[in-house]
Nanobody, 111 residues
Framework: QVQLVESGGGLVQPGGSLRLSCAAP????????VRWYRQLPGKERGWVARISRNGRVDYAPLVKGRFAISTDDGGSTLYLQMNNLRPEDSAVYYC?????WGQGTQVTIAS
C-alpha cells in the first residue's frame, strides 16, 4: 500500500508563498496522472492543479497564475509552489497519484 506524505504546509501572511511537497518511499510520479487537491472546512475536496500522463499541466481558475505544479527530475517528489497567497487559499491540501492519496497538510493564510 502506497502512502503519499505531504509536507510544507503552515501559516503564512497574505501575499506570501509556500511550497508543498509530496513523496513516498520507492514511488515515482513519472508517467502518472498527478494532482493536488484542497478541502475547506465543510466543503468538498476540489482539484487545484494536475499533470496528466502526457505531460499536460492544468490549473483551477482560482489559482492559475499563482500556483505551479511540478516534479523533480527523477520524478520522486511532487511539488506545489503557491505564490501571492490569499486567505481564501486556506485549506487542507492533498496530493494524489494513481489512486493513492496523501494524508493532507494544513495551509493557513492570515495576518
Amino acid at each position: 500500500q502506497v502512502q503519499l506524505v505531504e509536507s510544507g504546509g503552515g501559516l503564512v501572511q497574505p501575499g506570501g508563498s509556500l511550497r508543498l511537497s509530496c513523496a513516498a518511499p520507492e514511488f515515482t510520479f513519472a508517467n502518472k496522472d498527478v494532482r493536488w487537491y484542497r478541502q475547506l472546512p465543510g466543503k468538498e475536496r476540489g482539484w487545484v492543479a494536475r499533470i496528466s500522463r502526457n505531460g499536460r499541466v492544468d490549473y483551477a481558475p482560482l489559482v492559475k497564475g499563482r500556483f505551479a505544479i511540478s516534479t523533480d527530475d527523477g520524478g520522486s517528489t511532487l511539488y506545489l509552489q503557491m505564490n501571492n497567497l490569499r486567505p481564501e487559499d486556506s485549506a487542507v491540501y492533498y496530493c494524489y497519484a494513481s489512486e493513492h492519496w496523501g494524508q493532507g497538510t494544513q495551509v493557513t493564510i492570515a495576518s
